[in-house]
């Protein structure tokens, strides 16, 4: 019995970890990510070992990011866009975080 409610608290704070490392971004327009197209709407963002995994109700979709920490507070998101559709980062408001998609080629300028 001990052994099971220690599993159960260990998942329950797993599950809750995992919940934590996810941001909440609205993408105000159409975008493309890494040749994946969006839909404007409200998503969830967590990224880990080199992906994003970007989730809209039940679907998501893994694309190749990293996760930066800038020096200075954000306080709205941000977002970078190349040819009015390629996200390339988003500066997560209220946090230090900046996620940038990685490119093909590996270049990015800064948020």
């Known amino acids: 019995m001990k052994k099971t409610l220690i599993l159960s608290l260990v998942a329950l704070g797993t599950m809750a970890f995992a919940a934590s490392n996810g941001y909440k971004v609205t993408l105000l327009q159409d ?3 890494e040749g994946k197209s969006f839909k404007a709407g409200d998503y969830k963002i967590s990224v880990e070992n080199g992906n994003a ?3 809209q109700g039940k679907e998501s979709v893994q694309v190749p990011a990293r996760e ?3 020096p200075e507070k954000v306080y709205s998101t941000q977002m970078r866009y190349t040819d009015n559709s390629n996200l390339q980062a988003i500066a997560v408001g209220g946090t230090h975080t900046r996620i940038v998609f990685e490119a093909p080629t590996g270049t990015h300028s800064g948020l």
Do not use: R, Y
Request: net charge neutral; hydrophobic share 55%; charged share 20%.
């Open 31 to 33: 975008s493309v990510i």
């Open 53 to 55: 995994v970007i989730k």
């Open 68 to 70: 930066e920490t800038v």
